[in-house]
């Protein structure tokens, strides 16, 4: 799957009518109305910067926010359900809670799109904390429980399937916060590995064609990815129906930026759109035979909408998918993207990185109103056409030595054709 320079082509084939768009979000991140949680915990106890409040009142405006989605015309429409508002006692389950995503499923699918349910966004109810969390080998089997309910519950509306979001990161975050101690770091890998491939059973005995997993966060540091990949996905690979991907910044000999990300300042980290085609060459490598998604990807504006390299959401968006046809082109069986995020939310600790489509001023607007950027009006022509034109050309060329997936990015550069 070598990038080879070629005679100049009129077009660049589009991803076909099997490829599906969407839209991604949380349901922590954008409810509000949320019940007693680990992350609602970190807010109170000053462990963040800011607590979540009620982010963008995704709780009351689920059916304007879901219209939306269904306007720019995708096929996809991923969120979670949070486990604290179903289940806000153990072995308690609340029906007003069920019912919220019983209308907000409903209203999905009666948009035209397939629900993407994660079952596990790095949030877990406040019992399981005050029980240990992840330091209890009883909290896997909590978490199988939960998450079976909810597959029995929705299994009707042909849902995909993630179980953990970037399990790494959920480790990670949970040991910089003090929900899981260092010497049980191991305990809680296993047991999100335990309670994944548990959960992959429970869904094919109810829906039996069903397509589950769990996505990575690509991090494009040298010598990281390789090391995450063995702690998650290749422990969880047989019970993979397709690899999920999430990827952001990119990395070069020239441009080490990705760092403004551990300052939380995420739109000064430089973005290289070519960068996405090293991720999925490396993925299809080392994954072959299954399916890539695109669960999470999308371009991080400081709290005004801008970026001090001037890149707009627009020309950002159609770069991305002028390197997912070549992607397809040259072979990879990519078959779906989430653009992250539909609106601005609650991004971990602060409002301050926008990712949204639609851009919400949190702090400042008591309205909570939706404002379009100009990814609306891109995504939309996108969708409409399958991808970007012939003859589209991307307004960023390749960087020099991209270390995204070295060594292979660095030794077998992209060209744009």
């Avoid at 991305?320 to 082109?329: H, K, S």
Wanted: glycine share 10%.
């Amino acid at each position: 799957m070598a990038v080879t320079t070629a005679p100049a082509r009129a077009d660049v084939p589009g991803l076909g009518p099997g490829f599906e768009f969407g839209v991604a979000q949380s349901g922590f991140q954008s409810e509000g109305v949320n019940r007693d949680s680990n992350w609602l915990r970190y807010g109170r106890q000053g462990k963040v910067d800011h607590p979540v409040g009620n982010a963008v009142d995704f709780y009351h405006r689920y059916a304007e926010d879901i219209a939306r989605a269904e306007s720019l015309g995708v096929g996809i429409y991923r969120t979670s359900v949070e486990w604290s508002r179903v289940e806000p006692s153990r072995g308690r389950d609340d029906p007003a809670g069920w019912a919220f995503y019983d209308r907000v499923i409903r209203a999905v699918v009666d948009a035209g799109m397939r629900p993407m349910i994660t079952l596990n966004h790095w949030v877990h109810p406040g019992w399981a904390v005050d029980l240990g969390g992840w330091n209890r080998p009883g909290m896997a089997g909590d978490m199988v429980a939960f998450a079976s309910r909810v597959v029995d519950r929705y299994a009707w509306a042909d849902p995909l399937w993630i179980t953990f979001n970037e399990p790494t990161e959920y480790v990670r975050r949970e040991l910089m916060y003090g929900g899981v101690s260092p010497a049980n770091v191991g305990l809680m890998a296993d047991g999100i590995v335990d309670a994944h491939r548990a959960i992959h059973r429970h869904i094919h005995r109810v829906q039996p064609r069903a397509q589950v997993s769990s996505n990575m966060a690509y991090y494009p540091i040298v010598g990281v990815q390789s090391w995450l990949e063995s702690v998650f996905p290749q422990r969880m690979r047989d019970t993979m129906d397709f690899v999920g991907v999430d990827h952001y910044y990119s990395f070069s000999v020239t441009d080490a930026s990705v760092a403004y990300g551990a300052l939380g300042e995420f739109w000064r980290s430089s973005q290289a759109p070519e960068s996405i085609y090293y991720v999925l060459r490396h993925v299809a490598q080392q994954f072959p035979g299954k399916p890539i998604r695109i669960i999470e990807n999308g371009l991080a504006t400081d709290p005004h909408g801008r970026r001090p390299d001037g890149y707009r959401r627009a020309d950002h968006l159609r770069d991305t998918v002028y390197w997912l046809q070549r992607a397809a082109q040259d072979g990879i069986d990519i078959v779906s993207y989430n653009y992250w995020s539909l609106t601005d939310n609650y991004e971990w600790g602060d409002f301050d990185a926008r990712f949204g489509l639609y851009t919400v001023d949190i702090q400042r607007d008591p309205t909570l109103t939706r404002h379009r950027t100009d990814g609306v009006e891109a995504y939309r022509q996108i969708t409409r056409a399958g991808g970007v034109p012939g003859g589209y050309r991307p307004t960023r060329l390749p960087v020099p030595c991209s270390l995204v997936a070295v060594p292979d990015s660095c030794a077998d550069p992209a060209v744009v054709r």
